[in-house]
């Protein structure tokens, strides 16, 4: 959901970027019915979608990477150190860019997410608090897939508009 989704925001907003999801189960997986008809809904269509398993190269080459919960940040930390200072928790990213203001296109995309990210240390990501956590809905109900994509679409909304 979260790709198609913030893929979405930014195409709305005319923004040109590649966005890729990946995790830290098999690739190669196909959303469920669940997640094809809740995103249907709202006009996208994930039904070819599959799958990709994260790796190290994926993380080192990204601009930015978004997590739905900590321990997702803790182990994308894990698989690729250097990139910590573009791992973000989705709610996190969110709270800490409103503060800093949208990203300014004339300075470099680097110092912005160091503005974003001022403060945060890799050991103070053990400590954080689990109620930004995202849970995912697989397994649920269509009422809370529909909720999850509620709240996954008004975050990458209000990220679009700060990129």
């Known amino acids: 959901m979260g790709e198609a989704l913030l ?7 005319g923004t040109d970027a590649v966005v890729a999801s990946a995790g830290f189960l ?39 990477i978004v997590a739905m919960t900590r321990q997702h940040v803790i182990d994308a930390t894990l698989m690729a150190p250097d990139a910590w200072t573009r791992i973000f928790q989705l709610t ?17 995309w680097s110092e912005w997410l160091d503005a974003v990210g001022e ?20 397994g649920q109900s269509a009422a809370v897939h529909t909720a999850s994509r509620l709240l996954l679409d008004d975050l990458f909304t209000r990220l679009a508009d700060l990129l």
């Open 7 to 13: 893929q979405a925001r930014l195409e709305e907003r």
């Open 26 to 64: 098999e690739g190669g997986v196909p959303p469920t019915e669940e997640v094809i008809d809740t995103m249907a809904a709202m006009g996208l269509d994930v039904s070819a979608h599959l799958s990709h398993q994260v790796t190290p190269e994926l993380l080192d080459a990204a601009d930015l």
């Open 92 to 108: 996190d990213l969110v709270r800490r860019a409103e503060a800093v203001g949208p990203w300014p296109p004339q300075q470099p």
């Open 119 to 138: 403060g945060r240390t890799r050991t103070g990501i053990l400590s954080a608090s689990l109620s930004d956590d995202i849970a995912d809905p697989i």
